[in-house]
């Protein structure tokens, strides 16, 4: 009954048993080695991309078209100038298509459907669109637009069957943002006497904005690598053109053709064009960001 | 529950409360009565000084009377036939257990009941005499008379300290006039500004609590309201903040009606000049505070206001 005793044996209480350490290190391995797992081929990815695309990219790389000419080596092949162009504009045409019409869907769905049976509908539709395979909008619009208009192929058709791609990521991403805007903002704007237009347009978006940002980029970077809707709606060609009515080249696709042609010097400029469409895709990740944290603070 | 007959109560109180009602008499006798239109304030106003400054219009505050409303959630009956009037320039503290329908009642005044989806309001809001539920009426316009101070301060976060103040005006496209000097005005008023003024282009959301409410009651103040209602202003603030919003309270009354509701009973005996006891969605009583503190008529209000339960 000394004071000694007693604390050894409060210490006994409240040690943590072997047994239980032991589980804890376990388990702690167990998330490490998962997160050990997922990093591999993202890291091998980077380090294919760095490694075989560096060695192709060079001015003229960026600045000439591709040559259709495989036969007398590298020099002769051209570059991705075409391919970069057609894939800015056709996902910019895409882009202003999808994120206003996505973002307006969005701001209904929360601000005025809300639970009505209309809203869970459209819910459940752009749940459904989220769900189909890229290839599917590809034939969808190769259907409508260019069979079914007896025309031809063309960069715009490409864009729209990027933009129903895109509908689906806008929407939700859109829609989650907007639900984490507080109540209380709403209805406090709306007790200033504003109209709930106006609410929405100078409470809600400004708040949400930085979220919604990413959600869009998401989408863009969604839609820039994606071939399958490209491939018979934009189709590819070799000259530059500003023309969205013509056929239009994009990255995605110089990668597919490039990769599958039979010489080498062809096939490693599939590599360097990668690497670009995923440097682009960081550049406009960043960009947005920096946009995101200037327009919280002002 | 006799949900179309009269609350008793409310008929015995006004005669009861006639010493308190000819102080009001007078005062009104300068007020909105005669004719709404807006007039100087005298150096009569919250901060003397600042607000002749500033040149501030500003009209006397508006009478509220609710008859026989009830309002709903669902098929759920929150408030269960109140009739109950908020006199003009006269503070009315709302008092009563959590849930018994109070800030569901004052959500009712200025029509915020009805954002919520599903909720319904039965009975009449009389603004004066115009019916703010009538269906001519446009519910925009009712908000901008009848301000409100929610329970949370809540600055829009993507402003500045300025910006929140003159978000009203600006929402409400009640553009023209100086919208600077009326941000400075209501800063004056709601006794921020000498805190703020060298600093109006931080965000409103870098203030401390007491501060940030305090913004907020500037922000309704920069719309000219006629009545501001308050659903526990002061329950997120610490004490010292709370006796400033206080303080802010009584000046505030001057030029605008005010109705608060607040869990905190020596809140109410401290700021109010009248004082409600709601109790499951009906009017328990309302009288004097003074009174409703120290006799009381209905033995519930006694054993509420004394701790016997609540």
């Known amino acids: ?298 | 529950m006799t949900p179309d007959g009269p609350i008793p109560e409310v008929a015995d109180v006004d005669p009861e409360s006639r010493a308190d009602f000819d102080r009001q008499e007078q005062s009104s006798a300068e007020q909105s009565r005669e004719q709404g239109p807006r007039r100087i304030t005298a150096a009569a106003t919250a901060s003397p000084p600042a607000s002749s400054a500033a040149n501030v219009e500003a009209k006397p505050g508006l009478s509220v009377r609710l008859e026989q409303l009830r309002a709903f959630y669902g098929s759920a009956e929150q408030v269960k036939g109140i009739d109950l009037e908020f006199r003009a320039n006269e503070v009315t503290a709302i008092i009563g257990p959590s849930g018994c329908g109070k800030s569901t009642m004052v959500r009712c005044i200025n029509r915020m009941h009805e954002e919520i989806p599903g909720a319904r309001a039965e009975g009449r809001v009389m603004l004066e005499d115009l019916d703010v539920y009538d269906p001519s009426v446009d519910v925009v316009a009712v908000r901008r008379a009848i301000g409100m101070v929610f329970q949370k301060p809540n600055p829009f976060p993507t402003m500045s300290i300025f910006d929140n103040v003159a978000a009203g005006p600006r929402l409400s496209s009640r553009r023209g006039g100086d919208l600077r000097a009326k941000v400075e005005a209501a800063l004056r008023d709601a006794g921020l500004w000498d805190e703020v003024a060298d600093r109006l282009d931080e965000p409103g959301a870098g203030l401390s609590g007491g501060q940030q409410q305090r913004l907020c009651i500037a922000r309704s103040l920069a719309v000219d309201p006629e009545v501001i209602l308050m659903d526990e202003p002061c329950s997120a603030l610490d004490p010292i903040a709370t006796l400033k919003i206080e303080e802010l309270i009584d000046q505030l009354k001057q030029r605008v009606t005010i109705v608060i509701v607040t869990h905190n009973m020596q809140q109410a005996a401290r700021v109010a000049d009248r004082t409600a006891f709601v109790l499951d969605g009906k009017l328990v009583e309302i009288g004097p505070t003074q009174e409703i503190f120290t006799k009381p008529t209905d033995p519930r209000t006694e054993e509420y206001v004394t701790g016997k339960f609540g």
């Open chain 1, 1 to 298: 009954m000394s004071a000694q005793g007693g604390s050894t044996e409060i210490l006994a209480r409240f040690a943590v048993s072997p047994a239980r350490r032991r589980r804890d290190r376990l388990a702690r391995g167990c998330v490490l080695t998962a997160t050990a797992i997922a990093l591999v081929p993202l890291v091998l990815i980077v380090y294919y991309l760095l490694r075989k695309g560096l060695g192709s990219w060079s001015a003229s790389f960026f600045t000439s078209d591709p040559t259709g000419n495989t036969f007398f080596g590298s020099s002769s092949i051209g570059g991705i100038k075409s391919a970069i162009l057609g894939t800015i504009e056709i996902v910019a045409l895409a882009s202003a298509i999808a994120v206003p019409t996505g973002v307006g869907v969005a701001v209904w769905l929360v601000e005025y459907g809300r639970n009505s049976w209309f809203a869970h509908t459209v819910r459940f539709f752009v749940d459904v669109l989220t769900g189909v395979p890229s290839i599917v909008f590809g034939l969808f619009v190769y259907i409508v637009l260019v069979v079914g208009t007896g025309s031809t192929y063309a960069g715009y058709k490409g864009s729209i069957a990027l933009s129903l791609l895109m509908f689906p990521v806008v929407i939700r991403s859109a829609e989650v943002i907007l639900l984490l805007v507080p109540a209380a903002l709403r209805e406090s704007a709306l007790a200033l006497g504003a109209p709930r237009w106006r609410v929405i347009f100078s409470i809600v978006l400004p708040t949400a904005l930085p979220g919604m940002i990413t959600g869009v980029l998401l989408a863009v970077a969604r839609a820039a690598g994606e071939t399958a809707p490209l491939l018979f709606t934009a189709a590819s060609t070799h000259g530059t053109t500003f023309n969205l009515g013509q056929f239009m080249n994009s990255l995605p696709v110089q990668i597919y053709n490039d990769v599958i042609s039979a010489t080498p010097a062809v096939e490693h400029r599939a590599w360097g064009a990668a690497l670009t469409l995923v440097t682009m895709i960081l550049l406009l990740n960043l960009i947005a960001r920096l946009i995101a944290r200037r327009s919280r603070l002002a």
